[in-house]
Structures are given as C-alpha cells and as structure tokens.
C-alpha cells in the first residue's frame, strides 16, 4: 500500500451532505471539557464536534494519542455527559438505557472482572442483556469459537494475554448482536493475524449491516477498512470525507504491469515524457511487512517444524 | 433493665393512634421533607453548570427517568449484578472474618471463665456482641469499596454501556453482599449457639458428708439437705424431699435438678442435672394503661415515688412499714392466659437507710387488687434478692378480703380479683421500716408463657442482621459518589452517629455540659473544666453560635441516621425475655424504609455521576 498525499477538503461539504432516517450517530457541537477536582477546566478535550454516522456504514475516527478519541465515545454511550453540545444515537440521547440493548462496546483496554473465566465473563454481560439461558449459551458458544478461545474458555482472565483480553473483549462487545459497535483501538494489542482477523470481522459484520464507529491512531487499520473517516487532532475535526476520496492523489497515475523489460520500461518513459507528464519513479514494489509476516505464519502452519526459509525469496 | 419505654403493638406503632401520628406517616413526611431538600438542592448544582432553565428541564427529566428505571428493573440483572458481588466478596476473601470470629471465641473461652454473678448474660452479650461489630464492619468493607474499586479500574464502563439500570447496579450490590453477610452470620449464629450452651454447661457432685437429713416441727424425717461440690466457681446448697427429688438453690443464675437413686451398698446416690432457668425467653405482660405504675404516699394517699439521687434514677422508692404502696395495673387478664394463676416476677431496687447486714433480706408483700369492686387478696409475703429476677405464684384459690366488711373468705383470682374489663391491679409494699424499695414500670410483670432460648437468640441475630443491611446499604450509597475509604468513613460515621445518638442529642439539647463541638474542643485546649463559665466577650459569643448550629446540624444527622443502638436486642436475649414480635416487626420495617430511602438516594446520585470524570 503506497503512501499518498491527502488532498486537503472542507470537512463540512462530506458531513451536510446526508440527512435522514439512516443516521446512527450524530453529534452537534459536541465539547468536552475535563475539570480537575476544584471544578477547575483542565483538558479541553473534544472541541465542537459535528459529525454523523449512517447506518451500515464503518466510520473511522483517526487521530494521534489525546486528540479526544476515546472521549467522542464515551460521550457517545454516556459514560461522560457533555460540556456543551448533544449526542445522540439512534435518534435519542446518549444517556438513553434503551439505546444500549442495540450497542456493544469495545474498550480502549478490556475493562474486564479479572476473576471470572470467559465463560462466565459472557454468561455475566449476556444476563445484563436480560437474555433467556438457551439463548445465552448458544450465543456464548458461537461467540468463544468465534475469537479462538475455545482451549481458554475456563481460564480465569488474570491469566489472559494482553491480545487474549482483546478477543474476549470483543464477544463481550458482540454479545447482544448489536446494530450499532463502537470500537476503541480494536487492534491495540493484538498480533497481525489478530489484526487482519479483526478487520476481517468488522467488514463482515458492516456486510450483516451493522454500523461500526472503530478510533484508531493506527492508519493502516483504519485505510483497510474504513468508508469514511474523521480526522481528530487536539480535539479539534481536521478532516471527514470518503476514504476513497480522501486519499485519491488526483493529479499522479499508477500503472502495474508484469513481464516488462528495461526497454520496455524505458519506452514507456518516453512515452510519458512526450505527453508532458513527469516520471516520479518506476521501480519494483516491495510487500509490506504485514504481509511478509502473514504468509511466514502460514506457511509454518502448512509445514510445522520447519524454518519458513522460503518467504524470504521475496515472491512478490 | 431491659424495657426502658412501652412497647407498641405494630399497627399502633405504624399508622397514627393515641400514641402519636404514626411511623408510616413520619417515614413519608421525612422523605417528603428529605427529597425537596434533595431536589432544591440538585436544582442548585445543575443551575451552576447548565444554567436555571436548562437546569428546571434536566432534574424533572431525571426524575422521570427515576420512574422508567424503577419500572424496567430486571430481576435478571439485579441477580446477574448479586452474584457477581457474591464472587467479588468471595475472591476478597471475605471467609477471613470468619476465622477471626472462631479465634474471637477461642480466646473469649478464657476470660469469659472467669467468676461471675451471671455467667449466661455476660457469654450471650458477649457472642451478640463480638457478632454485632464483626459483621457491620465486615459489611462496611464490602459495601464502601465496591463501586469505586469498578470504578478505578473501570470495569464499570463494560457495565453501565450494557443496558442496566443504576438500580440494578444498586439493588444487585446490596442483595449480593447482604447475602454473604447473612451466610457468615448464620454461621455465627451456630457457633455462638453451641459457644453458649456447652460454655454454660457443667456438672456437680453431691458432697457425701454434707448431706443431713430435714426434720419437719414433729422431729421427722421429711427430706434431705446438702452441699454440692465447687464447680465453674460456685456452689450449690440443695434440698429433696423424702421420695429424694429436689432441687438447688440459684446460683449465678441458674439451679439444678436433683434426683436420687440407690446404690449397689443400699445408699442414697444423689445425681444433679443439667443448669436450669439461664436460657430462657420470657413472655412478659408488662402493666399497661393511662396509669401503669402509681404511688401511694407514706400517708396512704396517692402521691409519687421518692428519688433517692442520681443512682438509678428510673427507679421510684417507697418507704418500708408505711402506707406507702407500688401500684401496677394490667389490662386483659384472663383466665384463658393464666389458667393455673398468676405466674408473677419482679425486679426489686433495696436502698437502706441504716448500716446492716447487706445480705440480709428485706421482706416485702404484696396484694392483687379488683380495681372496680375493691376486693384484695390477703397479702403474700415474700424475700426478694436485690436486683434478681424473683418469681412467685398467685394461685387460683386465694383469700379474699371484701373491702366492705374486711372479712376474708375463699375465692377465685378471675372471679373476685379481675375487674370485668380484665383489669386488675398489684399493690407493693415494703415491710421492713426504714428502708425502701426501688420500683419501675417493667419491674414487675405476669409471666404469660416461656419460649424457646433458640429462637430468641435467632431472633437476637435477626436484629444484627437488620443493622448489617442498613449498613450495606450506606456503604453501597456513599460509595455512589465518594471513593473507597471516604465512603467507608462516611458510613463508619453514620454508625457511631447511630450508636451515640444519644449523646449527641444530649450534647445538641444542651442537657449535657460543656457545650457545642467548638467550645468542648476549646475547654480541652485551654484545660477548662465544663464547670467553669467562659469569660464573656465577642470570640465566646461567635463561638457559641457557631456551635448552636453545628449542634442544629447534628441533630438534623441524628434524626436521618438510624439509631442501631435500637435495633440490638441483645439485651433482651441476654436478660433471658422473649423478643416481642411486635418489636421485631417494628425494627423490620424501620429497616425496611432506610434500605428504600437510602438505596433511592444512592439510585440518583450514581445516575447523575459521570462514571468516565
Ligand atoms: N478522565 C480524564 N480526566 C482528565 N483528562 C482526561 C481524561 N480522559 C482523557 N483526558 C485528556 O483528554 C484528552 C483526550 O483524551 P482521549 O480522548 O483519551 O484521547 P485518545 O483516545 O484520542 O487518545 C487527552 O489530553 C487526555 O489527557
Ligand atoms: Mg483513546
């Protein structure tokens, strides 16, 4: 994945653009300011937010350490109430008990009771849903399976991994089947089978149509996934719009080929150049670490014992 | 002395009656009063953040929302919440008290020991005791660090983002804990029990050589007499009758039986049983009415008792060999409640005028009055001990004296001494000039029946249970707002505050010297006796009005913070009386309307906290 240049756009002409009865999440001068324990203002944290999330879509929410991420999420379930403006999911305010039966939750860090097992962990979050026992159980099972936890299920959670708690805290976050999923940081923590898995999961589950509002100052989560995104900065919007969009370098064009020869190539130089454009470089690509961790993995499951030797030839 | 103010019937003490306007009523007009202050207040503090418009729409709004929560609660969730709180008390190893409770006991097998006058009253009050403190503290650290521990580690965001209501939260903590409270507390409830009963138990031997034979006025032989041996400190004089069945005298509260059978070599084997009359639950009728205790002067004419001084101020005296007279009357005397008599006990105060024996009795008599038609029986004399329970029975078939003629004949105690209403009245006497016996209301009672010990001392725990719930749920409200040790504080002060509200009373009423908080800690300061006045000047005059309404505060707290020292009824177990269910009752439902007010309150204080500030 090439790094581009984002072309700047008014973050105003992507957020007036739908209104309607498919908006989840929608937040109108949201601001949040923390006080220290005098009532004194300390962080300004989130400055007059405008945003809005439709239904079925994945909304990233991107921006580097403290840029007020995980403080739009919590006012967003009320775990914080706002210094001035509202919030509202799903037409209601956040503070609404209702509304919490159609959300699930990922924490920035599974705030989890270390003393039960996973499988009590889900029975506890499952009856908070006020869910029947069969329906629970069910439920339970598919979601261990689901995050490979099966061999773990009746291991205490102070025993868990850092990444193990991340799994866990997702099936507690899935737990009731919600519509809307607020997912903080969902890949902090987790190794790069992890990461791919989880946004494997977040795409499948927009395709079920849920919505999906994920924060992460890791980009390249974000990019794979997202249909818009949210730039946060100081607390402050710096950026809303499509990712296609937003990252379409307009003005440069990219060609892959395979096969080609260096006369080839310098053919094809020419032929740029007599058209007037400008050749930024023309050269073999190189694969991500990411990916060159993903097939090392795989092949060592393929052959187990053996040192991945092949991986290394570069393939691509 | 255990009864200290008439007991009420429940529904005398609950809805209004000549008694006064009713606990129901006061419960509602203190809660009415409490939540205006609450939602003045609460209006105050939104006006400061969102303005006085914003404000009036946000606190109606959270109350509504308090309606619409109360409605959706899920018992599903408050036992989800219940259970997680009964694994967290379980992980804090809460067994621990437990442990500590047993070694209380191993240790307390010693010195408890020790010489006596009433070995039972002092292992009862000592188990309700040690039971008492443990348990509320116990139910103080469950409750005070709870909540703000999920908060610190923010379990609680995995939680209030499910669909639960802040009374769930709530109610699951108290049900939870109170549940592991109530299971320690049974278990305590055995152990004391078994503590008790094998703590109290010991045997005697008949001493052989003290055994003399009893000789009736015509030198036969109508019994036996004798000694036991030394045993738990004390010894037992005894006496049987010629069949050889008998018993001892009472010592440290208790006696034995005696029975006797014939050994191998045709002598007489004297066995002793088991410690009687020290577990007991009493059933008392204690006198009632307008007038359920008057004097009569040494001249015979109604008047009141004699204070002796500060000493037992409860207790009224009347004067030996006079006309002075003790006059309690009972209500509902009827035959169906003492079909064999009257089955009479008395506590009885001896203050001596003149140096003498201190041991020697002070005999005393008594009559049971028709207070409508004047009939009286002859008196009964009798030997009181000071300040020991001393029983005695009317029977059916007394002398009565009509007071027309002053004959005496033959009759009956329901025919000729009740009045139709069922009234009937007991005149005390001292018989011995110039010294005086010492009476209150409750020392003198009918004994109507005689309960199990078991169940009386369940009901004993019944009322430690009742405090250790009210204390739960103070701890799991305080903690809505304040964190772990500051909660735990604030509720450690509602207990004392219960314990000696009293005192505080006392101190804020100015019925107890030295002045408000601010100027008691000035005389400590300054080594100012409370007896010495403070030299006039603008810093006393400042200081004492700053006090007048700390002390106005401090009672305001006294009158919201329950008074456990009601609740316990470990007195009553102790002192060997059956707790009136009508006490029971009352306790409940006093505890009853602090769990709803208090859970209430700590309801809207963790609503309108921001759990992520
Ligand atoms: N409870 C809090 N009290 C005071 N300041 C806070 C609190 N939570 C977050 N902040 C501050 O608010 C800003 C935004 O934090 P946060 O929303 O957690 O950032 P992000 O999730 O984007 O990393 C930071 O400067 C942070 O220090
Ligand atoms: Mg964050």
Redesign the pocket.
Known sequence: MEAAAVEKSTPTAAAASAVGADVVIETRNLSKT?HDFWGRP??L??KALDLEVRQGEIFGLL??????????IKLLLGLLFPTKGQAYVFGKEATNVKNKERIGYLP?ESYLYKFLNAEETLDFYGRLFDMPAQVRRDRIKSLIDMVGLQWAKRRQLREYSKGMTRRIGLAQALINDPDLLLL?EPTSGLDPIGTREMKDLILRLRDEGKTILV?S?LLPDIQDVCDRIAI?HQ?ELKELGRVSDLLRVEKVTQIRARGLSDEAKEEIRAVIARHGGEVDGIENPTATLEQLFLEIVQDSEARPGRRAAGASDGKK | MVVEHELLTFLEWLLPSQYGMGALLTFFLVVAILSVLFVILAYIFTSARHGPFEAFYVVAKSIATGVSDLVNTSPRRILAMARLAIMEAVRRKVLIAFVVFLAILLFAGWFLDAQSEHPARLYISFVLTATNYLVLLLALFLAAFSLPNDIKNRTIYTVVTKPVRATEIMLGRVIGFATVATALLAMMCVVSYVFVVRGLSHEHEVVAESVQDKRNAQGDVEGFTGETSLNSHHRHTFEVDAEGVGQTDVQMGHWHQVTTTKGPDGQSVYTLGDPQGQLLARVPIYARGPFPLRFLGRDGRPGDGISVGDEWTYRDYIEGASGARAIWTFQDVTENRFPDGLPIEMTIGIFRTHKGNIERVVRGELEVVNPETGFRSEPISFRPVEFEIFHLDVPRNVRVVDPATQLSRDGDVFEDLVAEDGRLEIWLRCAEPGQYYGVSRPDMYLLAAERSFFMNFVKGYVGIWLQMLVVVCFGVTFSTFLSGAVAMMATLATIILGYFSQFVVGVATRTIEGGGPIESFYRLVTQKNVSIDLEPGIGVKVMQWVDIGLMYLMQAAVAIVPSYGRFGTARYVAYGFNIDPNLLTQHAATCLAYVVAVTVAGYFFLKSREI??
């Open positions: 923390y300390k962080v944290a989130l921006g580097p350490n403290g840029s007020g991420k995980s403080t739009t920035e903080d924060c100052h946060l607390g | 992520a500030g």
